[in-house]
């Protein structure tokens, strides 16, 4: 268990619709990072966020957002879902020293099927 | 930009061999580089990291890696493979000093046969 919990771990939505995932990091942790795993994309690194503001951005597409609250979980939104949106969604977090060297540690990831 | 390739989609191995899966990093500073394994329908499990010294780093349940900076390559090796050991293998990489993303790469599939 890496400590890093996510939820739902399955969803199934319709085309269109919109969902939220949700992720609390490792006790401690600071930084929070998203990411889109599928077939035929691999893992692919969406945003990180850092304390609640955002860090870095990578292949996060215009009707995805995210954001950190205070209390440091984070929630992936996902609008106006498309079949090809269905993938495993995961969420890492990595501790509070901002060092490159740092681990990060992966959730078990939320399944989203579009239909 | 920092990224990483892994050459082989799959790796077949029979129980009791060595084996290797490779990595190769591309970064402008300097390279922080890391091995994950993914069983079936998990999440990603940390194994192992290079950051600075030793060029050969030690993680979890054997598992080994070089750093080589002249090959620009960090391959993960294990001198006594297991059936247990078959699962999805990534390597990352962090380029610099700031906590930035990490950037994965494509995945190699080991499959260890009895």
């Known amino acids: 268990d890496s400590g890093v919990t996510q939820t739902p771990k399955h969803l199934i939505t319709a085309t269109g619709q919109r969902v939220t995932l949700r992720c609390s990091p490792r006790?401690?942790?600071?930084?929070v990072y998203w990411y889109q795993q599928s077939l035929d994309q691999g893992l692919q690194f969406l945003i990180q966020y850092y304390n609640g503001e955002e860090r870095a951005k990578g292949n996060i597409l215009e009707r995805f957002s995210a954001q950190q609250f205070p209390d440091l979980h984070s929630e992936l939104n996902l609008s106006s879902l498309e079949l090809g949106d269905s993938a495993l969604y995961f969420c890492?977090?990595?501790?509070?020293?901002?060092?490159?060297?740092?681990?990060?540690?992966f959730g078990e990831g939320s399944w989203l099927t579009v239909v | 930009a920092q990224s990483v390739a892994q050459p082989e989609d799959q790796v077949n191995v029979a129980e009791g061999n060595p084996l290797t899966v490779k990595c190769t990093y591309s970064v402008s500073g300097n390279p922080y580089l890391f091995w994950y394994v993914q069983y079936p329908n998990r999440g990603l499990q940390f194994l192992l990291k290079y950051i600075t010294g030793d060029n050969l780093v030690k993680g979890s349940y054997g598992f080994e890696a070089e750093f080589n900076k002249s090959q620009t390559s960090f391959h993960l090796k294990k001198p006594s493979a297991l059936v247990s050991d078959s699962a999805l293998y990534f390597c990352?990489?962090?380029?610099?000093?700031?906590?930035?993303?990490?950037?994965f790469g494509a995945g190699t599939r080991l499959t260890v046969k009895p």
């Open positions: 890492a977090s990595s501790s509070r020293v901002r060092s490159s060297g740092n681990t990060i540690y």
């Open positions: 006790s401690g942790d600071l930084s």
């Open positions: 990352a990489v962090r380029e610099g000093d700031n906590n930035n993303d990490m950037r």
